[in-house]
């Protein structure tokens, strides 16, 4: 009897120590003589569970979490390769409710496959779309992306249809597909999961663009703290390269296309996409200014659709399916689903892809189970660092782009950082303009003189020294940033601090006279 | 005369013929489409407030001050980087628009010290200015903060450049001196080092400006909108009050200069944005090295002495004037009308040199009169004429920008003519192909983003060998434009032409050996200049400069004849010349055998013309070239010499074969600003003028007639003309112009190719490109459109001859010369210049590999021995000469470079072969005895000149 047994490779599980509870099943059983298959699989996205440990049972794959190596004897003991009782049993995984609850589009796979098996990969849907895709003319592709109502989920949510349909519209010698996979923002990881977890998806998706708009060259550029997603992804490459599923022919087709991994070199602001495209092209990440739009003078000088890791693994998806099916999630101009990651002080931490639609409240105690601290939640930070806290107050709004527009907040990225009722929302502030001082890549002035003098003026003002007059410049420089600067780095900069102010002022008193 | 400002338009102009409209302010305004709203707004007379745009580079959009509303659209887009588009209703002010300019200036200031009323830029700094624009009344953030001014936080001055300096503490971090070194000077010297508030500009690897890459073309000064990156004449003397725009005095590129003065002070020269030439750029020794005007070593006083041995004697300018005409009729009563002669200068003014050949021709009666050119371009003049009919290259600068492969033979731009290499290095970044023939790597063969295609690196003294390979390859491959040499060329010659360079013999193949050249790197590098498009020859003295020097320049022609590569911008042959007005000096009919516009003096309507105009008969028979003067002078025949402005002691091939002759005459006249080497050997001085202190007219590379203008008075009392026309109205020939616009009408009135010329033309267009005449009022940008000047193209064999100067057991390496950026010609000026801290002596560049065999190691005292001389010189190991070749420049007198240079000429010019000389070298601990027995000369010539005082 061969047991397979998955243990996530996933970076989230190899921090809690996968490796080592893999290595200690493979001893444990070795030594009882078992013969066991282990499977490194993505994560399912339940951190506070990771490693969660699997097992393929007749019924269906049981989970066992979080796993430790001092539980294995026990585990065994317990005879989980049958999907025995024990403390950690989790049961069946596709009827845990956090699992069950979610709509997995584009992460349907991830937690499921073995990422770098091509016939795992295949097995789940893989490369139908591309074959799909193949039999289209490049702008029925652009179509059928358009109609999905597909948008960029880096966090700018620009229609990824129109995007394509520029490109496709350009006459050049050379186009490129470029990835961003620079995923900086705090409290995000959903790129990280899917290139680790089914890196496979970006590949096809990042195919089926270059066919869509014209491209035969694709580059992903992944931070240089993600050295797992790069390994998974250059081994996925090679295989898709040796099974022409990339390269000269794809599939027999004759068409080209071909992609290479690019480390970052840890600049926040080189996720910014003209940033990206500096840096990749070797020099300093500084942005340009648009126009021109990278779809029209892109990588170097020539027409480049970049997307989002998220937003290219949903292509191969909407391939397969068909616009419509993509297109009825969700809620209003917000189609589909988004991957949503839950950080910060969060009792149950992860990934929840859901349709658009769902409350925040409704991902921070259905899914998230209220603070990891017990203490109620007082702030939730979303979008990455550059998006606004929202008060308990707001957490009726829906999950949609245009609902948090309206109140002076954005989706992003999808992520959301929660504080309890301890933070101090003055130094949150504070932070913002660091981050953005430390970040900032120095090219416009409202960012890169502002963000300091920001830390300097919040500093003046929680000291108390004349409080009226620094609120007021702390307000005008907001003005001056939000307006003037460059790129999203210094105008959205401005977003945390003023709700931070605005909602919850009292942090900005003195503190002795609190 | 005031101070003169030209307007920034802040982004480059936009080239288009579709024209859009738009509103700014509520005005209309027609720009060409690409236009970005900042430059519509200005020609709608609307100045944007900026800081980081300037029009000589591309938007970048940083400073965030130029921020508009546009009707229709959501927030404040920059106008620098925002293309205008046609119907759009653009505002420029605005309460909101004023709130944020301010916002910014507020940021901007508080990172900046306050120390206007001190600071060297104040007066002329656009951040000042835009602080009032903008209407800046306080800045709320303090001035403690962060910053990079205060005690604690600046980073000292970098005082290393001994032009300008760079004050960390002033930078406002607009990029624009960044962005100059790239886009407008191509070296890539300057980055921005850091991010966030600590973005701080950087030379090199964050080094001294000294220690970097930075050539010192003060590109990122003129940019700089601070006192950041300032001239050091700036902080010492202050702003100037009036300027004068006024044509360089080095090289053939002929920038166009602003020369800002307080009174007669010069306080620096800026490159004049409206130069056509130039086009706002320039050098390290046009725009810094133009302290020799006023060094100590200036001579101010005529001077005459009986012999070279005797002391100098100051003497009025009556006296000197009186002495050395005197000295003339003497010398020609006695040895006979011929025995004396003139070598006109090409670092003189169109008019002066017009003039010099002028009284040789008409008060000595002979044509005894030779030029410079002699020595450098001579082939270029002959070639030309021959095969295309006219002795000048075909094209304007601008042309470049429109060639799409590059083949440049024998010339080394980013040293001798940096200011086109510049434009030629953009028009390369931008995808033009390049091929480089050459025996050494120069800079262009690869650096900073620029690559040759193909780089030829054959032996010197092959060049013919290999541009007729060339021409087989096109031959025999089919890759001729037969149409156009149908409707173009002779077709007898062509037939000719093309059944020789057919032969088997002129094979790369067959040639390989004797060249150097890989065969097949020569048949690509032919096909790409045959078939990639508009193809643009650029050479220089490397093809000149040899015993086949008019042949391979013939050979040029040839090719671009065979491929149709003339008569349309984007292709042509182009010489780049030397010297600032070699081209001019030409022209004006400095050759023995040529009045002014190539006419040769056996013509007789020509001759009618001029003996006509100057009422005095003219001899139908060449005088004398150079060479001929000193073997005379050794003969005997030839006596005396009036030599403006040049040096053939230090100039010229052979030196002690020179000195020899100088001894051997009996009166020298050397007018010059400085007591030069030939003037060591003179019997009358005459003081001469700077460029500064004259009016005039230069004629560039490009036949660009550009205007000098005078903004101090000569320091001597005269400018050259006056002292040539006094000198001719003591000899008995009279001259009577009141200023050098009355010789230039002369010049029109004698000169076809001249005869649309005047001052009043030139004021108005800025410059003007002979030809300029009723068929061209405007001038000529572009020859040989429609037809060649002669008719039809000629195309004349190019048979290989190698040189007599050959290696041998005892003369195993060939050395070859060259030109170093800082340093100019024979160096009299940039000498006396801080640019010796950029290159203080002639070096000899050697191989690892003949160095490993002599023993020889880096700054070794070396020992070059030739047929003709011997001399010693620092060694520079280097790998950008290839195994059997060394290399050097002669910018400096007691090098004696020359002292080892042959008699050996181009056969039709007698054009010195200074690219070829074999040598051997050997490692020594001194210099060599001519070298001490120059320096020796050398102070007694001085002590000799202090003993009068």
Redesign the interface.
């Known amino acids: 009897m061969n047991v397979t047994i998955f243990v996530p490779r996933d970076s989230a599980a190899l921090a809690l120590g996968a490796d080592q509870v893999g290595a200690a099943i493979r001893q444990e059983a070795a030594r009882r003589r078992i013969e066991v298959s282990i499977v490194r699989n993505g994560s399912r996205g339940m951190f506070w569970l990771e490693p969660m440990v699997e097992v393929k049972t007749a019924q269906g794959r049981m989970a066992y979490g979080p796993v430790s190596t001092g539980d294995i004897a026990s585990l065994f003991e317990a005879n989980f390769l049958q999907g025995g009782e024990h403390p950690l049993s989790l049961g069946l995984t596709d009827e845990m409710p956090w699992l069950a609850k979610q709509q997995r589009l584009t992460f349907a796979r991830v937690g499921i496959t073995d990422p770098l098996s091509l016939d795992d990969y295949l097995a789940h849907e893989g490369y139908v779309g591309l074959r799909n895709a193949l039999k289209l003319e490049p702008g029925q592709i652009v179509q059928q992306v358009a109609d999905s109502g597909l948008r960029g989920r880096g966090g700018a949510a620009f229609p990824t249809g129109i995007k394509w349909k520029t490109v496709l519209a350009m006459q050049a010698v050379q186009k490129y597909i470029v990835c961003n996979a620079d995923e900086g923002d705090s409290g995000t990881f959903s790129d990280r999961m899917l290139m680790e977890g089914d890196p496979f998806a970006l590949i096809e998706g990042m195919t089926i663009a270059g066919l869509a708009v014209g491209s035969t060259q694709g580059y992903i550029y992944v931070r240089s703290e993600y050295p797992h997603a790069i390994v998974a992804l250059n081994d996925a490459i090679a295989t898709a390269y040796k099974k022409d599923y990339l390269g000269n022919n794809i599939l027999g087709s004759g068409k080209a296309f071909c992609l290479q991994v690019t480390k970052g070199a840890g600049?926040y602001?080189c996720g910014e996409e003209t940033a990206l495209l500096e840096s990749l092209e070797g020099k300093?990440g500084?942005v340009r200014?648009?126009?021109p739009l990278p779809a029209l003078r892109g990588l170097f000088g020539q027409p480049t659709a970049i997307n989002n890791v998220v937003t290219l693994a949903t292509v191969p998806l909407i391939l397969a399916r068909g616009a419509a099916y993509y297109r009825d999630y969700g809620v209003g101009r917000s189609q589909g689903t988004l991957p949503f990651q839950l950080a910060g002080n969060i009792k149950q931490g992860g990934l929840v892809e859901t349709a658009f639609g769902i409350t925040l409240r409704a991902l921070l105690y259905d899914f998230g189970g209220g603070t990891a601290s017990g203490r109620p939640i007082r702030a939730v930070q979303v979008g990455g660092p550059l998006g606004a806290y929202l008060p308990a107050a707001q957490f009726d709004t829906v999950m949609d782009y245009e609902a948090f527009a309206a109140i002076g907040a954005g989706v992003g990225h999808g992520g959301m950082v929660v504080f309890d009722d301890s933070v101090d929302m003055a130094k949150q502030a504070r932070y913002a303009m660091e981050f953005c001082?430390?970040?900032?890549?120095?090219?416009?002035?409202?960012?890169?003189?502002?963000?300091?003098?920001g830390v300097?003026?919040i500093d003046r003002l929680t000291a108390g020294e004349e409080r009226d007059?620094q609120l007021h410049?702390l307000r005008?420089?907001c003005?001056?940033m939000s307006?003037?600067?460059?790129c999203a780095m210094g105008s959205m900069t401005p977003y945390p601090v003023l709700s931070a102010l605005n909602y919850f002022p009292e942090d900005f008193e003195l503190k002795s006279s609190r | 005369m005031n101070l003169q400002h030209e307007i920034d338009y802040g982004t480059p102009a936009s080239v288009s013929d579709q024209l859009l409209t738009l509103h700014i302010d509520g005005k209309e305004i027609a720009v060409p489409q690409g236009a970005s709203l900042m430059r519509a707004a200005a020609e709608a007379g609307v100045m944007v407030p900026k800081l980081c745009a300037t029009d000589s580079l591309e938007p970048f959009g940083s400073c965030r001050l130029c921020l508009v509303e546009i009707e229709g659209r959501r927030g404040f887009p920059a106008s620098c980087t925002t293309p205008a588009e046609q119907g759009m209703q653009v505002r420029t002010q605005s309460p909101q628009l004023a709130a944020l300019r301010r916002g910014v200036m507020e940021l901007y200031i508080s990172d900046h010290p306050l120390d206007c009323l001190t600071c060297a830029a104040n007066g002329n700094c656009e951040l000042q200015t835009m602080a009032g624009v903008v209407g800046l009344r306080e800045v709320r953030y303090g001035m403690t903060g962060a910053n990079h001014f205060d005690a604690n936080s600046a980073v000292p001055i970098d005082a290393s450049n001994p032009y300008f300096s760079f004050d960390p503490a002033k930078c406002i971090v607009c990029n624009r001196c960044v962005r100059a070194c790239e886009e407008t000077q191509g070296t890539f010297a300057l980055t921005i080092s850091g991010r966030g508030f600590e973005s701080r500009v950087a030379a090199g690897q964050s080094q001294l400006f000294m220690q970097s890459e930075c050539v010192s073309c003060g590109a990122c000064v003129a940019v700089c909108p601070t006192a950041t990156l300032i001239e050091k004449t700036l902080i010492e003397q202050g702003q100037a009050e009036h300027s004068a725009i006024t044509t360089c005095a080095y090289c053939g590129v002929g920038c166009a200069l602003k020369a800002e003065m307080q009174g007669n002070e010069v306080v620096r020269m800026v490159p004049f944005k409206h130069g056509k030439a130039n086009e706002g750029h320039a050098c390290v020794k046009g725009r810094f090295a133009w302290g020799y005007a006023t060094h100590p070593d200036r001579m101010l006083k005529p001077m005459i002495r009986a012999k070279n041995t005797d002391a100098w004697r100051e003497v009025s300018w009556d006296e000197a004037v009186a002495y050395a005409a005197g000295e003339f009729r003497r010398i020609q009563a006695k040895y006979g009308r011929d025995a004396i002669g003139g070598i006109t200068s090409s670092r003189c003014t169109n008019e002066e040199v017009y003039l010099v050949q002028k009284l040789v021709r008409a008060a000595f009666g002979n044509n005894n009169v030779d030029t410079c050119a002699r020595v450098c371009h001579s082939p270029t003049g002959y070639g030309l004429k021959q095969t295309l009919g006219e002795s000048a290259g075909t094209q304007d600068f601008k042309s470049v920008e429109l060639a799409e492969v590059i083949l440049l033979i024998g010339a080394n731009p980013t040293d001798g003519h940096p200011v086109f290499a510049s434009r030629m290095k953009k028009r390369l970044r931008h995808g033009a192909r390049l091929i480089v023939i050459d025996p050494r790597k120069i800079e262009l063969v690869k650096s900073p983003h620029i690559q040759a295609d193909y780089h030829l690196k054959l032996r010197p003294g092959t060049n013919v060998a290999v541009i007729t390979a060339m021409a087989h390859v096109i031959v025999s491959e089919g890759l001729l434009a037969e149409k156009f040499i149908a409707a173009r060329c002779e077709q007898k010659s062509f037939a000719d032409w093309r059944e020789f360079v057919a032969r088997p013999a002129n094979s790369p193949e067959a040639t390989e050996a004797e060249t150097g050249v890989p065969a097949a790197e020569l048949r690509a590098a032919a096909r790409l200049y045959a078939t990639g498009g508009n193809a643009a020859i650029y050479y220089g003295l490397g093809v000149t400069e040899h015993s086949q020097g008019s042949t391979m320049v013939m050979g040029i022609a040839n090719l671009a004849m065979a491929t149709g590569n003339l008569g349309r911008a984007g292709v042509g042959v182009n010489p780049l010349r030397g010297q600032n007005n070699v081209q001019g000096s030409c022209d004006m009919g400095s050759f023995p055998h040529e009045f002014p516009g190539y006419r040769h003096v056996s013509d007789s309507a020509t001759r009618a013309q001029f003996e006509q105009h100057w009422g005095v008969p003219l001899l139908a028979e060449p005088g004398l070239r150079i060479p001929n003067m000193m073997e005379a002078a050794l003969d005997g025949s030839f006596k005396g010499l009036y030599c403006q402005g040049e040096d053939i002691a230090q100039s010229d091939p052979n030196t002690q074969h020179v000195t020899a002759a100088l001894q051997a005459m009996e009166c020298i006249v050397v007018q010059d600003i400085f007591l030069n080497e030939t003037a060591k050997y003179a019997h009358v001085f005459l003081p001469g003028a700077t460029f500064l202190e004259k009016d005039g007219t230069f004629t560039n590379a490009e036949r660009r007639i550009s205007r000098v203008r005078k903004v101090m008075e000569p320091k001597a009392g005269m400018g050259e003309w006056e002292v040539t026309m006094a000198l001719s109205n003591a000899l008995g020939y009279p001259m009577h112009y009141a200023n050098p616009a009355e010789i230039m009408v002369e010049i029109a009135a004698l000169t076809p190719t001249f005869a649309g010329v005047n001052y009043e033309k030139i004021d108005r267009l800025g410059s003007v490109q002979w030809p300029c005449n009723a068929q061209a009022p405007d001038g000529t940008p572009v020859m040989h459109v429609d037809s060649f000047v002669r008719g039809k193209g000629k195309f004349i064999i190019t048979q290989y001859v190698p040189t007599d100067e050959k290696v041998t057991p005892k003369y195993p390496l060939l050395l070859t010369t060259g030109r170093i950026l800082s340093q100019y010609n024979v160096g009299a000026q940039t000498r006396r210049t801080a640019n010796v801290e950029f290159y203080s002596e002639d070096l000899l560049e050697i191989h690892p590999h003949d160095a490993e065999e002599r023993g020889i190691k880096q700054g070794d005292w070396v020992g070059i021995e030739s047929r003709a001389g011997r001399t010693v010189l620092h060694a520079d190991i280097s790998e950008r000469v290839q195994p059997g070749v060394v290399y050097t420049t002669f910018h400096f007198p007691e090098s004696g470079s020359n002292v080892i240079t042959t008699d050996n000429s181009d056969w039709a010019t007698n054009c010195p072969e200074y690219k070829v000389t074999a040598v051997q070298l050997v490692r020594v601990t001194q210099p060599s005895a001519w070298q001490q027995n120059f320096k020796k000369f050398s102070r007694q010539q001085i002590e000799l000149l202090l003993g009068d005082a």
């Open positions: 600049s602001v300093r500084i200014a648009k126009p001082a430390l970040e900032s890549c120095g090219k416009c002035t409202p960012c890169r003189i502002g963000s300091t003098r300097e003026v007059k410049l005008d420089l003005d001056t307006n003037g600067s460059l």
